[in-house]
């Protein structure tokens, strides 16, 4: 071969080598343990498509998820060490930013919080103020659906200490809490909330599963679902890192295009609380909340910020929030490259 070709060869190959994505490269850590709060709840269903799809073991990952009675949880995990990565409330982020610890998303998979304030219809309760005095349930103290409801109940005059907050769970023990009586009200998403509107036994009060619905409460889209990690892991892990974005990534695109019909075969039949036209019904009402960019953008964390000053006004009222270390947009960028 002409020495010359051969040059010119080499020289392709180096700038293919140079050029090479860093999903190319094998994750630096290839056993994971992921951790997430409730994960039957349409809020995380793009870490179960992900998982039945086989994305993750597309990129090379061998996960295995473990399901925490909430969010909080979760994140607990995440601080403790039991778990890698989580799919939890964006707002984790900002709260450990707050105690110290660097904690990083890395991918938006909810673009509303889907959460919805219901109450029993056989309690006296017609709008949030009239909770006062009641039993509300959570999936876990701590978590999202927790949080919204304080933030509710803030706007409505009502204060925390006259509400009693009771963990639920995320399936169908929170469906029997409300059916039993357990609690008089409810602060959580669906299909939990499909089924209880279905069954007759609640009305809504507030609805966050609409962009309107969103904007009516908090005022701006509201970041919900992502992708967060330790930031040590991160800087110590990139290709396990964007590993894990591109396999939830891809559930991302795929709910894009399917239709509720599409999802319902793709998940456990025990994720549809035993009937399989309501969770349907919930996976129509639920797909216009996941992310389609993948990305928090700053309007939307500035209002989760704010939205915590108002919660939690003595944690972070003079707190040094430093939001560019809440979201790094990285790897959904090398993501939206290169993912089919």
């Known amino acids: 071969m002409n020495k010359f070709l051969k040059a010119g060869l080499a020289a392709l190959g180096l700038l293919a080598g140079l050029a090479a994505p860093a999903a190319a490269q094998a994750p630096e850590k290839a056993k ?24 993750f073991k597309e990129q090379g990952l061998d996960v295995t998820i473990n399901d925490f009675g909430g969010g909080a949880k979760s994140l607990q995990a995440l601080i403790g060490g039991s778990v890698d990565a ?27 919080p889907g959460i919805v304030l219901a109450a029993a219809k056989d309690k006296p309760i017609k709008s949030v103020a009239d909770l006062k005095g009641m039993k509300l349930g959570v999936t876990a103290p701590g978590s999202s659906t927790h949080l919204t409801a304080l933030y509710l109940l803030a706007k409505a005059g009502v204060p925390a200490d006259s509400v009693a907050i009771v963990g639920v769970g995320g399936g169908a023990s929170a469906v029997a809490a409300v059916q039993r009586g357990n609690v008089d009200a409810i602060s959580h998403l669906d299909p939990v909330i499909s089924k209880l509107e279905a069954d007759g036994i609640v009305n809504i009060l507030v609805d966050t599963r609409t962009e309107a619905g969103t904007i009516a409460v908090y005022g701006s889209t509201n970041p919900a679902a992502t992708l967060y990690l330790k930031a040590d892991f991160v800087k110590a892990n990139p290709a396990t890192t964007q590993a894990l974005t591109n396999a939830l990534y891809k559930a991302l695109k795929w709910l894009e295009k399917a239709t509720p019909e599409d999802v319902a075969a793709a998940v456990p039949e025990e994720y549809w609380l035993g009937d399989k036209a309501l969770y349907i019904k919930a996976v129509a009402a639920s797909l216009p909340t996941y992310s389609r960019t993948g990305t928090v953008t700053d309007k939307a964390a500035a209002g989760m910020l704010d939205f915590l000053k108002q919660v939690e006004p003595a944690a972070f009222k003079d707190a040094k929030i430093d939001l560019k270390k809440t979201f790094d947009p990285r790897f959904v960028e090398k993501a939206a490259a290169t993912v089919k």
């Open 32 to 55: 994971l343990e992921l951790g997430v709060g409730g994960k039957p709840l349409l809020y995380y269903l793009p870490l179960t498509i992900a998982e039945r799809k086989g994305f």
């Open 86 to 112: 989580v799919t939890g409330a964006y707002e984790h982020t900002i709260r450990m930013q707050e105690k110290s610890q660097d904690v990083v998303a890395v991918l938006e998979l909810g673009r509303f």
